[in-house]
């Protein structure tokens, strides 16, 4: 059974800094691709980073230049710097990590960016 539990969401002021973290358990994680994506309210769920297992990465025009995605596979986590935080990069964050044919989420964390 796969488990993914994210932290390190919270309040922070426009401009500021925040590295989300996702830790995963019963998968072999060194050999999947991980994601992170975001929930505003009232908007679809989108893709914000992602990460394969060699290390390639892809982000959303949005982030890019302000967001790392890194992984570190002997701790089978995924982080998430986000640098230069905007109020619209407000919303739910979820890790995802994907096990072809499956997809599974973690819970979610809070990032709230005031302006």
């Known amino acids: 059974q796969v488990r993914l539990v994210e932290s390190g969401g919270g309040l922070v002021q426009a401009g500021g800094s925040l590295r989300l973290s996702c830790a995963a358990s019963g998968s072999i994680f060194s050999i999947n691709a991980m994601g992170w994506y975001r929930q505003a309210p009232g908007k679809q769920r989108e893709l914000v980073a992602t990460i394969t297992s060699g290390g390639s990465t892809n982000y959303a025009d949005s982030v890019k230049g302000r967001f790392t995605i890194s992984r570190d596979n002997g701790k089978k986590t995924v982080y998430l710097q986000m640098n230069s935080l905007k109020p619209e990069d407000t919303a739910v964050y979820y890790c995802?990590?994907?096990?072809?044919?499956?997809?599974?989420w973690g819970q979610g964390t809070q990032v709230t960016v005031s302006s």
């Open positions: 995802k990590l994907s096990d072809f044919p499956t997809n599974y």
